[in-house]
């Protein structure tokens, strides 16, 4: 099977993965139980979160028993392929305990370059407005099938910036003092709550940029390639990501807190 074809193929299943787990969560939506807390008080898991997890390892597994597995739940396999899915089952899960419909299940998978782990592809699905993003490595993004393209060149004082904030509260301390300085330089600030939801709004140009600096791979795995593919330049920042066409990324980058590193 040629790399190509074997991308369409993975694309397929991570889109397939991601609806399975989405359907976990609209059959939830509003009666979450088994709410629990992670790192903070401010950090909640539901059985939604658990069961949209499950959901999706079920199908990788019985596609794909030899590739490992990366999930914000606690899916963890090693694997002897070279490939890896990374997954986050309920990005935005506070949007989700409130009813606030903002949150995504997303699916990436990944290969092993002898370094590190890069892109295949991913997939990130929005039970809520019934949008599938997806993006494979070199082919472009797409919602719903339609071709993605960022908005580029934004000028910083034009841009709608989306950002997120950690559940500590002294990382939140240094992270509004990022917004204080930015703020007065563009048009607006947005934090919705879903960074592979931001990622996939700046790949599909309802945000013109998405910077948080506290984020775990399965946050942005999936949505850092849909917005590369969509034409963003995405650079780590901390754990996390600054994602922004090119012009609007040089910009924002250049000598500011949002540093590209
Ligand atoms: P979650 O909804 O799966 O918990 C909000 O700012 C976004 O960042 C959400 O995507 C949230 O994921 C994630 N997030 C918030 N704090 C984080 C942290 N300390 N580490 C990793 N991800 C975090
Ligand atoms: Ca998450």
Redesign the pocket.
């Known amino acids: 099977m040629s790399r190509t074809s074997e991308r369409e193929a993975l694309l397929r299943l991570a889109v397939a993965a991601a609806h399975r787990g989405g359907a976990e969560l609209t059959r939830r939506a509003g009666k979450a139980t088994g709410v629990a807390f992670?790192?903070?008080a401010t950090?909640?898991?539901s059985d939604a979160?658990r069961a949209s997890e499950s959901a999706v390892v079920e199908l990788l597994t019985r596609e794909r028993p030899g590739d490992g597995l990366l999930g914000?739940e606690g899916a963890e396999r090693a694997g002897d392929s070279g490939l890896r899915w990374v997954i986050?089952p309920?990005?935005?899960?506070?949007?989700?305990l409130y009813g606030i419909q903002h949150?995504a299940v997303s699916v990436a998978c990944e290969r092993w370059d002898g370094d590190g782990w890069r892109p295949e592809v991913g997939a990130v699905y929005d039970p809520a407005r019934d949008e599938t993003f997806s993006a494979a490595l070199g082919a472009g993004a797409h919602m719903n099938g339609r071709p993605l393209a960022v908005n580029d060149p934004v000028a910083p004082a034009a841009a709608l910036v989306a950002?997120?904030?950690?559940?500590?509260a002294a990382?939140r301390a240094r992270q509004a003092a990022v917004v204080a300085e930015l703020l007065p330089r563009v048009r607006d600030i947005r934090?919705?709550?879903?960074?592979?939801?931001?990622l996939c709004w700046v790949a599909v140009g309802r945000c013109d940029a998405y910077y948080?600096d506290?984020?775990?791979r399965?946050?942005?795995a999936a949505g850092a390639l849909i917005a590369t593919e969509a034409g963003a330049v995405v650079t780590p920042l901390g754990?996390?990501v600054t994602a922004a066409g090119p012009a609007l990324h040089a910009a924002l980058t250049g000598g500011s807190p949002i540093t590209a590193r």
Do not use: C, I, R
Not at 191 to 198: D, R, V
């Open positions: 992670k790192s903070t950090d909640p898991v979160d914000e986050d309920l990005d935005g899960t506070v949007n989700y949150s950002t997120g904030f950690a559940y500590a990382s934090s919705g709550g879903s960074a592979a939801l931001e948080e506290e984020l775990s399965w946050d942005w754990s996390g």
